[in-house]
């Protein structure tokens, strides 16, 4: 029972959470970059993968939990960052596809643009509940 009182209750904290994105990042000067960062948990929680319309950008993804004991926790949160870089100037779509048995799934869709000096903007434009396959 507190193991599904606690998914739920993490449900509720990503529901309402969510997504985050940020400019630049460690080491980049110049702002090129950017970052989407996710929220989940163990147990149930979101997975997340990256479909892009084209290869303008390249990315990089890793995990972080909150706490170092994370292994000896049921229900562990941690977040999901993706960090995208600028390979050639130009304009795609991207989807972020979120996939949970307790929340649901979603789709995230975003507008990825890279101009002449490689500077990569993200800008989310539709989140879709989707039907479970």
């Given at each position: 029972?507190q193991?599904?009182?606690?998914?739920?209750?993490?449900?509720?904290?990503?529901?309402?959470?969510?997504?985050?994105?940020t400019q630049?990042?460690?080491?980049d000067?110049?702002?090129?970059?950017a970052?989407?960062?996710?929220?989940?948990?163990?147990?149930g929680?979101?997975?997340?993968s990256?479909?892009?319309?084209?290869?303008?950008?390249s990315y990089?993804?890793y995990?972080?939990?909150?706490?170092?004991?994370h292994?000896?926790?049921?229900?562990?949160?941690?977040?999901?960052?993706?960090?995208?870089?600028?390979?050639?100037?130009?304009?795609?779509?991207?989807?972020?596809e979120?996939r949970?048995?307790?929340?649901?799934?979603r789709?995230?869709?975003?507008?990825?643009?890279?101009?002449?000096?490689?500077k990569?903007?993200?800008?989310l434009?539709e989140?879709?509940?989707?039907?479970?396959?």
């Amino acid at each position: 029972m507190q193991r599904y009182f606690m998914a739920v209750i993490f449900t509720l904290i990503i529901m309402i959470g969510g997504c985050t994105y940020t400019q630049g990042g460690e080491n980049d000067m110049k702002n090129t970059r950017a970052i989407l960062t996710f929220s989940s948990f163990d147990g149930g929680g979101p997975k997340y993968s990256v479909v892009l319309g084209s290869d303008i950008v390249s990315y990089k993804s890793y995990v972080k939990y909150s706490k170092a004991n994370h292994k000896e926790l049921n229900g562990a949160g941690y977040t999901v960052t993706y960090t995208f870089t600028g390979l050639t100037p130009g304009e795609t779509e991207m989807t972020v596809e979120e996939r949970s048995p307790l929340s649901g799934d979603r789709d995230h869709r975003y507008s990825v643009k890279v101009d002449n000096d490689m500077k990569v903007t993200i800008e989310l434009f539709e989140v879709t509940e989707r039907e479970p396959d």
